[in-house]
């Protein structure tokens, strides 16, 4: 029940609903209608887009898990994000399997490679943990580069059509389908691991570690699953880009893709599964419409010259902006949005 002063539920079957008033349900159903139709109205060029951002959505969603809902800083996604894209890629080319079976082992070793990284976890925090992801990354790439026998080192690594029961899917119109359902599924199961044990015992250990040990939850456990379960995510990112672009090279992978996928949490709201997706649609839209507008610019202008400037200008400046003024991101904004609608005109 919807009042001026906020959402009362009166039942306990009513209070574990994901949405509890008519109008959002609306809202779902209005996004669902809009992702539907995006790729009947918006040019190839957007359409790709689209694909990034849903991918980019899978990882940063994984990342949030770690970062927004443990507490444990990662600076290790892109290595993360590698070891799905190529354990999807190896299995494609030099097995022949169904990519079912390769996205499964892209999920499956991903998460096993996030657990043993993590293990530091266990001493360190802060910081200490950050550089210690640092680390990991460093060795996923060097691994790739120097793995030439498997990975194809610094060549590039061609990955063959996906065909899944007789169905090959190609192009950016059809890939669009398989990547925002499992878009939305990664969102789906990520809102509902929080409302288990094992996601409430993620946000103890986030809130205070020690607390959290002292009523049953062991921090060692959870910390590690946590890695597991983020890196899974990442894993089922990385095999999509693998199948997606047909096309793995390691400088795709570098530090620079961690700290975006950092960046998208960070605007997107931590803490947040639909924050996560709000940061990625913003820091992967952003880039591209500055790609568009400076094709429209003469190429003699301050924009067409300087445009990588001007976009680690506007990553650097959006990060320092959120973190002064709006810590807890997009997702914190679109919150309070909606509460001054259902609370107008008793705003106070």
């Known amino acids: ?48 887009v689209l694909c990034q951002i849903g991918i980019a959505a899978i990882g940063a969603i994984g990342l949030n898990i770690l970062v927004g809902y443990t507490g444990q800083i990662s600076l290790g996604q892109g290595g993360f994000l590698a070891v ?12 022949g399997l169904s990519p079912l079976v390769g996205v499964l082992v892209a999920v499956v070793v991903t998460a096993a490679a996030g657990a043993v990284f993590g293990l530091p976890a266990l001493r ?51 890939w669009y389908w398989v990547i925002m359902g499992l ?31 002292v009523i049953g939850v062991d921090p060692a456990r959870y910390k590690i699953l946590a890695f597991a379960v983020s890196s899974a995510y990442v894993g089922l990112a990385g095999a999509l880009t693998a199948y997606w672009t047909q096309v793995l090279i390691w ?7 961690s700290i975006r996928y950092l960046a998208m949490i960070i605007v ?16 992967i839209a952003v880039p591209a419409y500055l790609d568009q507008l400076s094709l429209k610019v003469s190429s003699d202008s301050f924009l067409a010259q300087d445009l990588p400037a001007i976009k680690l200008l506007i990553f650097g400046l959006t990060i320092v902006l959120f973190l002064v003024f709006e810590p807890k991101g997009l997702a914190r904004i679109w919150e309070r949005m909606k509460d001054y609608f259902r609370l107008w005109p008793f705003r106070y």
């Open 84 to 95: 799905g894209a190529y354990a999807a890629g190896v299995m494609s080319t030099r097995t």
């Open 124 to 174: 360190l925090k802060g910081l200490y943990l950050a550089i210690a992801t640092l680390a990991s990354q460093q060795i996923i790439v060097w691994l790739i580069i120097h793995w030439d026998w498997v990975t194809g080192g610094v060549d590039a690594l061609v990955v063959e059509p996906v065909e899944i029961f007789g169905w090959t899917i190609t192009g950016d119109s059809q």
């Open 183 to 213: 878009a939305a599924l990664a969102a789906i199961t990520a809102t509902n691991l929080f409302r288990t044990g094992v996601g409430r015992a993620f946000i103890a250990i986030r809130d205070h570690d020690i607390a959290a040990e």
């Open 1 to 48: 029940m919807a009042t001026t002063t906020g959402v009362y539920q009166r039942s306990y079957r009513a209070d574990l609903a994901l949405r509890h008033t008519r109008v959002e349900y609306v809202r779902l159903a209005l996004a669902f209608a809009l992702v539907v139709v995006l790729p009947y109205v918006v040019s190839p060029f957007w359409l790709n």
């Open 268 to 283: 997107g709201g931590l803490g947040s599964v639909s924050g996560a997706v709000y940061g990625a649609a913003f820091m």
């Open 251 to 257: 400088d795709r992978f570098t530090l620079d893709t």
